[in-house]
T-cell receptor, first 113, second 117 residues
Framework: GNSVTQMEGPVTLSEEAFLTINCTYT??????LFWYVQYPGEGLQLLLK?????DKGSNKGFEATYRKETTSFHLEKGSVQVSDSAVYFC????????????FGQGTRLTINP | GAVVSQHPSWVICKSGTSVKIECRSL??????MFWYRQFPKQSLMLMAT?????????EQGVEKDKFLINHASLTLSTLTVTSAHPEDSSFYIC?????????????FGPGTRLTVL
């Protein structure tokens, strides 16, 4: 079946540190991959996405590369800020054109000043 | 970006009562909405897909008679938890698919925390 596994949180970093949140997936075929972010008290927001192998999604300084060979989509940011504190969800969409999303368990990130 | 609201944001009810949760797309029309359930420290689990003007499609293992979904307009879907019990306590999140934004973009509500005593 389709599944997404994220690194367990919570993750706590100091401001300006380098961030990596690991995400691996299991899926048949070639899914689209997503990172969503949920700030306190708000709904999930799409952070970035990649629809095919070797694609790199990027937004707000965050990046993730679709690695088919390792079935991974790790989220990275070179220098985090306090405002990046949130819960991050990795997700996949199994079939092109389908609307269903399969989520990882979420990783809570806290950035200290 | 597109905005999706949920009401109420939290609710406490007695065992055996029914609770209705509303999901509204505020600035766009959504032919398809989704209902998710999230347990503490766990992933969002899709419960059902709600299509305007037709019956909802439930995921395997989700009781249709327990979780009633109505999508009567292009901006409103409701989830009613019938005869709620403590094991139904959870965080319920809806999302709405916005056609103009492309097939694969869903906009999420902030969630509703249900506690059944």
């Amino acid at each position: 079946g389709n599944s997404v596994t994220q690194m367990e949180g919570p993750v706590t970093l100091s401001e300006e540190a380098f961030l990596t949140i690991n995400c691996t997936y299991t899926a048949t075929g070639y899914p689209s991959l997503f990172w969503y972010v949920q700030y306190p008290g708000e709904g999930l927001q799409l952070l970035l996405k990649a629809t095919k192998a070797d694609d790199k999604g990027s937004n707000k300084g965050f990046e993730a590369t679709y690695r088919k060979e390792t079935t991974s989509f790790h989220l990275e940011k070179g220098s985090v800020q306090v405002s990046d504190s949130a819960v991050y969800f990795c997700a996949l969409r199994p079939i092109q054109g389908a609307q269903k999303l399969v989520f990882g368990q979420g990783t809570r990130l806290t950035i200290n000043p | 970006g597109a905005v999706v609201s949920q009401h109420p944001s939290w609710v406490i009810c007695k065992s055996g009562t029914s609770v209705k949760i509303e999901c509204r797309s505020l600035d766009f029309q959504a032919t398809t909405m989704f209902w998710y359930r999230q347990f503490p420290k766990q992933s969002l689990m899709l419960m059902a897909t709600s299509n305007e003007g037709s019956k909802a499609t439930y995921e395997q293992g989700v009781e249709k008679d327990k979780f009633l979904i109505n999508h009567a307009s292009l901006t409103l879907s409701t989830l009613t938890v019938t005869s709620a019990h403590p094991e139904d306590s959870s965080f319920y999140i809806c999302s709405a698919n916005r056609p103009l934004a492309g097939v694969d973009e869903q906009f999420f509500g902030p969630g509703t925390r249900l506690t059944v005593l």
